[in-house]
């Protein structure tokens, strides 16, 4: 954990120090906070899973926009993400005549986003978002229910932190990093709506169906749209 916050901090500090650079050279810069709801679900799944629906979480944070001429803004920001997914195992029956559903597993995990973006802007008011984001992950929280045929259909199982790797987490990775595509409007001169889709480049999230390590999912991507207001501070 020590190794992991000394990371952030590294990270937090380069992000900060990036932002005066640019804020030095740019012809106006404006600050300010946002907030709102994330819709995430999990991509590329094969194999014994299927998706099941998106979870639903929230995102909060600062950013900056740095303006560098009338068309194009450059738009750095820090936020903390709860994000997920949702999907269905499957269990082979008995004999090996077809698969039936035996799991509903629900993933609930935390970042540190550090989304690196540049907003063009073809009208006045109007933008388009387009750049990358760098994600580390600072919590876990996996809800397995039984849904299978057997006397343990029903049962619950939720592990977080720690015991999230000791069940699974041989095949979690803590880094993630995606792509990101979206628009936005200002409704006024301190306030601006936005919607976005994040889309992950890293085969982060693995469930291992037994203890053994060798009896996993190949790996998911994760998939995220983010609905976001804005408010200006300067």
Request: glycine fraction near 10%.
């Amino acid at each position: 954990m020590k190794n992991i916050n000394r990371l952030q901090l590294k990270v937090f500090i380069l992000f900060i120090l990036a932002l005066f650079t640019f804020s030095s050279f740019a012809q106006e810069a404006k600050w300010g906070i946002k907030a709102g709801c994330n819709f995430s679900s999990l991509s590329d799944v094969k194999y014994e899973f299927e998706k099941d629906g998106m979870t639903a979480g929230y995102h909060t944070g600062v950013f900056a926009s740095i303006s560098n001429g009338k068309f194009c803004n450059f738009q750095p920001e820090l936020l903390f993400s709860m994000q997920g997914g949702k999907m269905i195992h499957y269990a082979p029956l008995r004999g090996g005549e077809g698969y039936v559903p035996s799991l509903k597993l629900t993933y609930q995990l935390g970042y540190i986003q550090i989304p690196i973006l540049f907003e063009i802007k073809p009208v006045e008011g109007f933008g388009i978002l387009t750049g990358f984001q760098l994600s580390f992950n600072i919590s876990r929280k996996f809800t397995s229910v039984d849904i299978g045929n057997s006397i343990f259909n029903g049962h619950k199982e939720t592990v977080s932190g720690s015991k999230f790797y000791e069940y699974y987490g041989v095949h979690f990775q803590k880094f993630d990093a995606g792509l990101v595509f979206g628009l936005q409007y200002t409704l006024m001169k301190k306030m601006t709506i936005g919607v976005r889709n994040n889309f992950g480049l890293i085969n982060n999230w693995y469930h291992a169906v037994s203890r053994s390590p060798l009896v996993t999912s190949k790996g998911w991507k994760s998939n995220v749209i983010q609905v976001s207001a804005m408010f200006s501070i300067n």
